[in-house]
């Protein structure tokens, strides 16, 4: 990449035909699809390197995840609800 920076800096400098604005745009263009490409190129590469979890894995996973949504639900209704009872008996004890 830091190869590729320094050719289109030498590019800019030297103009490359067309002066301006309209001269770079060619350029840009074409430079936006070359790094789309190879950043593509690198995803594809990236992902074959995954180890990607098994099925049996995922399925046990999700279970103790909705397990413990379920627990931490219930868990903090109790608190609230003791909360909630707390705060009433302490308004009507001091008359708030």
Aim: zero cysteines; a negative charge.
């Amino acid at each position: 990449m830091a190869t590729q920076a320094v050719k289109v800096k030498n590019e800019e400098l030297q103009g490359g035909g067309i002066g301006g604005a309209a001269g770079n745009l060619g350029g840009k263009i074409t430079g936006t699809v070359h790094d789309t490409r190879e950043f593509l190129h690198d995803v594809r590469v990236e992902m074959k390197q995954v180890t990607w979890p098994s099925r049996e894995d995922v399925v046990s996973t999700t279970g103790v995840v909705i397990a413990t949504v379920f627990f931490f639900g219930v868990f903090l209704a109790i608190v609230d609800w003791l909360v909630q009872l707390g705060l009433e008996r302490v308004i009507k004890t001091f008359g708030v």
